[in-house]
């Protein structure tokens, strides 16, 4: 059965930090991963990644896959109490896309 | 605007009823799905579809059933409604290859007293 794992749960930091979140997947015929904010209302939708090695950055966030240790990671730095969101990574092959628990990120002013 | 969109944003219903929930995307994905939402935020898909071919977790009770009028529409009934089918669901569709996002809709907050 696909399997994704995101750590760490739940983290709060100070506005100007740094944060580092994990994933790791286990899929059948690995096709992409995914990353997604939630708010209050649906996930959207950060970053898509299928080649290892390959960075992807959008502003203060950017994230990465290593297909060979079978995860990823998303970076935000500068952090703002805007950031504060559940994200979500997401993995699938050739079915639909499992995932994770997500980590729930809280930025205190 | 392109999007998602689902109908009803809340439902409150009494245990034993029977319920819909409709979705429309007209972003011209050939694939839909349904997630369920649990109240930790743990996205678990129902059901993905496309005209080819209906793919259901296993561990979805036969008591909920998609049906897809056509390609741009996936609606979730819901038979015979259970306290614990209390959670937010959400709508989804992408194109069927596999390596694109899921767009989801802003979700149906189903809550069952």
């Known amino acids: 059965e696909d399997k994704v794992v995101q750590s760490p749960l739940s983290l709060v930091v100070h506005e100007g930090d740094t944060v580092t979140l994990n994933c790791s997947y286990e899929?059948?015929?690995?096709?992409?991963l995914l990353w997604y904010k939630q708010e209050k209302k649906a996930p959207t939708f950060l970053f898509m990644l299928t080649s290892s090695g390959i960075e992807k950055k959008s502003g203060r966030l950017s994230s990465i896959l290593d297909k060979k240790e079978l995860f990823s990671i998303l970076n935000i730095t500068a952090t703002q109490t805007g950031d504060s969101a559940v994200y979500l990574c997401a993995s699938g092959g050739n079915t639909p896309l499992v995932f994770g628990k997500g980590t729930r990120l809280s930025v205190i002013a | 605007d392109t999007a998602v969109s689902q109908t009803p944003k809340y439902l409150v219903t009494q245990m034993g009823n029977d319920k819909s929930i409709k979705c429309e995307q007209n972003?011209?994905?050939?694939?839909m799905y349904w997630y369920k939402q649990d109240s930790k935020k743990f996205l678990k898909i129902m059901f993905s579809?496309?005209?080819?071919?209906?793919?259901i977790n296993e561990t979805v009770p036969n008591r909920f059933s998609p049906k897809s009028p056509d390609k741009a529409h996936l609606n979730l009934h819901i038979n015979s409604l259970e306290l614990g089918d209390s959670a937010v669901y959400f709508c989804?569709?992408?194109?069927?290859?596999?390596?694109?996002?899921?767009?989801f809709g802003n979700g149906t907050r189903l809550t069952v007293t």
């Open positions: 989804a569709s992408r194109m069927g290859n596999f390596n694109s996002p899921l767009h």
């Open positions: 579809y496309n005209n080819k071919e209906l793919i």
């Open positions: 972003l011209g994905h050939d694939t």
């Open positions: 899929v059948t015929n690995f096709r992409s």
